[in-house]
Each structure stands twice: as structure tokens, then as C-alpha cells.
């Protein structure tokens, strides 16, 4: 049953020359005396051991990101310059693309076609913001004669990203992108879930030409994050991830004035009204949740669906789901990957176990291509009221809660009864409802 996959050789040679310490960028700070293993997700396999950047580390980089801003090196360049640069990372992205998507599905579990895409999505974002190095303008204000007064727009400093492992690459270059093409410096502290695209991207940065000092990757877990978020030296903090640590993140920052700010989980839902086309709306409601396992921010998890549909619909998104082949992410024939980790795939478990003692009916489908990794079925839960937990937190996975509904109106109170207000879908076959419904979510 299970197909072993084969891990390209030009990428264990990278990560062995990663292990044997060599293989590093100068622009990641790392100390060998503590270390962490990255795995495979698809298998529960290790990939590669990895140095942990300890609290000097952090502070070195942070400090040395200060002189290196002030230094006025990348700030001050012509604009058209750091244009080029951006624009030289992109292509580079490109010319490694095969390597970088690989390496991200590897570290994600997520199929290659997925990770092929988030990596085009790397290279988009870098040309977009390379575009803005030189079109950047302010204002000028209207004054009393003799006065002037206008608006200068310019870096903010030192700026820290730290990031989750969903979408490692692209969610850094959200940061990353705009930071570079303003002029400020920055330190990047991936997941230590899903590093090794963030580590090659340092490599990257070295060879488009980015000044030294300007990019610099911190590795490990919760501990390097927090040492980074508390250093008083950072003038600001990008953070994606759980709304647990992000709440840590902001009284952190905000004991040190410094600027935060902060992309944090959902609990989306997908209205269906009976009007809705059928296959469309299975397919879509379908893609919104079983995309990346459901480990998406904006996965549609809470499905809300009009009493006269419900049998029909329910029937026809597990026909459609049972279709998906979940399996190993260099396996093209997968659909869905695993879960990234043991410890996340027993939580969805105890939560899936906890809903059933409540009462829920619970319904899996797909088929499983492996007998290795942290996969877990696409799951569809039924039958307990809209307060309970299963409807109001976020569960990262590949679980889907179904709450039926009568009118519009009920619709659009269930839809608002939860505290995440990340995204939202609505399916029907009436225009102008669409449009009351969307506006009210
Ligand atoms: P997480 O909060 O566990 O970890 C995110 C990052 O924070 C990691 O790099 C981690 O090492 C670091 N970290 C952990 N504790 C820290 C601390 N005390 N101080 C500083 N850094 C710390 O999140 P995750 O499990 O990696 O990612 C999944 C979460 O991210 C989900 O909740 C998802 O909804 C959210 N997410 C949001 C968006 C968005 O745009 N809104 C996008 C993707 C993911």
C-alpha cells in the first residue's frame, strides 16, 4: 500500500550539508549546542536535524540588523537598485523552482501541486513589491500661506517576521517583500515545523545581492520566537500564526512599544441556500476545506446549510470527497496530505472523540494511499447545536461542522455567531441575496 517516496538527490545532499553545518547561509544565526528535527509529515520520517538560534543569536541579529539600518546601506540605495534586487530574487525563486517546491511540499506534507503553486505565488509577490521601490510617494497638505507641510513615506526599521508552517514560504514574503523594497532590515524566525524553504530563501537573498546583515533567519521554536518578540531593539513585529500566541505576541510588544501586527486563525463559514447550483457549491464548499488538510486560515470549517438541502447536499459532498486521494506529497496522484504533526493529528482526534461522546455523528471519506504519516480522513460532523465547541474554535484540520438553518436571516446570525471573522462564502442561485448575505457576514 504504501509507495515510498524518493527524496530527490540534490536535495539530501542540501540538507546532509545542512547537518554537517556547511551548508548555511551566513545570513542564518544559529549555535550547535541545540538542535531539533525537521520531519516528513507524509512519512513521520526525519528529513534533516537543525541547530537552534539560542538567545545570543537573537540578539546579535537584532542588534546587528540595527547597525546595519542605520548604516543606511539598503535604506538609502537608489530605489531603482533595491528594484533590481527584488526583481533578481524573483528570478532566482524561478530558476529554483522545481527545488524550492519540492523542499516546501516535503516540509509541509502538502501535494507537490500545491506547494508548486505557493512557490509561483513567492515569486509574484516579490515582483509586485519590487514594483514599489521606486513608485512610493506622499502627500502634500493644504497650509496657511507661508507654511508647508506634505507626508514622506520611509522604513520603519528593524522588522521581524515569525511565521507558521502552513504556508512557510509566500507567508514570509507577505513580510519580507514590502519590508525589503521601504528599506528597513529583517529577521525572520520560521516554524520550526517547516524551516528548510526559509533557509534556502537566506541563500537566496546572498546571491541576488541583498546587503549582508539586511535578511537574517533565526531557527527554533516558541523560545527563539519570544526571545526575538521581547528584544526592545525591534521597531515592529509581523506575526501569522494561532491566536494563542499571537495574544502572547501583543502584551510582549506592547510592553515595549513596538508596533505589531497580526494574522491569526478563523472559523469561516460556508452558507448554502437551497437556490445554490448543486455541483458548484459541493465543489467549492468542498475546496474550502480539504485544501492544505484544512490547515488553512481561511478554510470554510463551519458549513451552514439550508433544511431542505441538507440530505441532498450532505449525500453529494461525501460522493465528491470520497474521490480524493490522500498520500504522500511527491506522489501525483495525492489530493490531500497528511497533518503536520503527530501532536496536531491526536488534538483533532481527541476533539473529533470528544464531539462523539457529546453526541455528534460524525462521517469520514477519501482513501488513504499510505500506511505511514499523520493523515487523517476528511471528516464531516453533524448534530450538535451551534454553541458547542466544534462550531466556535478553530480546529485546523480536515473537519467540517454542519448546522442547519431556515431563513436568511438565521443564516446570517449563525454565520456572525463565533468570534473569528476571518472569511466567509456564500452559495446561491440568487444574485441579490449573494449580495445582502455577504455584506452582513
Ligand atoms: P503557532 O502560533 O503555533 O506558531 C506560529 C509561529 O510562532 C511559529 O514560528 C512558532 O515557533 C512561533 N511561536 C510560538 N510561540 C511563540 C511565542 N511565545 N513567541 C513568539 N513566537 C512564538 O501557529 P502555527 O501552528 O504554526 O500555525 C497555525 C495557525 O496560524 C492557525 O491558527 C492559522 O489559522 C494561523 N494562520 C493565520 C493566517 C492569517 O493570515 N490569518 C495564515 C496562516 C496561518
Request: with cysteine.
Amino acid at each position: 500500500m504504501s509507495a515510498k517516496p524518493e527524496i530527490p538527490e540534490q536535495i539530501t545532499s542540501w540538507t546532509s550539508g545542512l547537518e554537517s553545518g556547511n551548508g548555511f547561509s551566513k545570513n542564518v544565526l544559529i549555535s550547535p549546542d541545540e538542535s531539533f528535527d525537521v520531519l516528513d509529515p507524509g512519512t513521520a520520517r526525519k528529513l534533516v536535524t537543525l541547530p537552534v538560534s539560542n538567545s545570543k543569536d537573537v540578539a546579535r541579529a537584532v542588534n546587528n540588523s540595527r547597525q546595519v539600518f542605520e548604516s543606511g546601506v539598503w535604506r538609502n540605495e537608489n530605489p531603482d537598485n533595491r528594484e533590481r534586487v527584488l526583481l533578481r530574487l524573483a528570478d532566482l525563486v524561478e530558476r529554483d523552482f522545481s527545488f524550492l517546491s519540492t523542499v516546501e511540499a516535503l516540509d509541509t506534507g502538502k501535494p507537490l501541486a500545491e506547494a508548486e503553486f505557493d512557490i509561483q505565488e513567492v515569486a509574484t509577490v516579490l515582483r509586485y513589491y519590487g514594483g514599489w521601490c521606486n513608485k512610493v510617494t506622499g502627500q502634500s497638505i493644504a497650509t496657511p500661506t507661508g507654511l508647508a507641510a506634505n507626508t514622506l513615506r520611509g522604513p520603519v526599521g528593524v522588522c521581524a517576521a515569525i511565521t507558521p508552517w502552513n504556508y512557510p514560504l509566500p507567508i514570509l514574503m507577505y513580510k519580507l517583500a514590502p519590508a525589503l523594497a521601504f528599506g528597513n532590515s529583517f529577521v525572520a524566525k520560521p516554524s520550526e515545523l517547516a524551516p528548510l524553504s526559509t533557509i534556502y530563501f537566506a541563500q537566496l537573498c546572498e546571491e541576488a545581492g541583498v546587503p549582508s546583515g539586511v535578511v537574517t533567519v533565526l531557527l527554533g521554536a516558541g523560545k527563539t520566537g519570544a526571545d526575538l518578540v521581547a528584544n526592545p531593539v525591534l521597531d515592529k513585529v509581523a506575526f501569522t500564526g494561532s491566536t494563542k500566541t499571537g495574544r502572547a505576541i501583543m502584551s510582549v510588544a506592547a510592553n515595549n512599544i513596538t508596533k505589531v501586527s497580526l494574522e491569526l486563525g478563523g472559523k469561516s463559514p460556508q452558507v448554502v441556500f437551497e437556490s445554490a447550483d448543486l455541483e458548484k457549491a459541493v465543489e467549492g464548499v468542498a475546496r474550502g476545506i480539504w485544501t492544505n488538510s484544512g490547515q488553512v486560515c481561511v478554510a470554510g470549517s463551519r458549513l451552514l446549510i439550508q433544511r431542505s438541502l441538507k440530505e441532498r447536499f450532505l449525500g453529494a459532498l461525501l460522493d465528491f470527497t470520497q474521490n480524493y486521494n490522500l498520500g504522500h506529497s511527491l506522489n501525483p496522484h495525492s489530493q490531500m496530505g497528511p497533518i503536520i504533526s503527530a501532536s496536531q493529528k491526536e488534538k483533532i482526534q481527541a476533539t473529533l472523540d470528544a464531539a462523539k461522546s457529546d453526541g455528534a455523528e460524525i462521517f469520514n471519506a477519501g482513501t488513504l494511499t499510505t500506511d505511514e504519516g499523520f493523515f487523517l480522513k476528511p471528516t464531516i460532523v453533524d448534530g450538535l447545536d451551534f454553541e458547542h465547541s466544534i462550531h466556535q474554535e478553530e480546529i485546523f484540520g480536515p473537519v467540517i461542522s454542519v448546522t442547519t438553518f431556515d431563513s436568511e436571516s438565521d443564516a446570517i446570525e449563525l454565520a456572525n455567531s463565533t468570534r473569528y471573522g476571518l472569511a466567509a462564502g456564500v452559495w446561491t442561485g440568487k444574485a441579490g441575496q449573494g449580495q445582502r448575505v455577504a455584506r452582513a457576514i
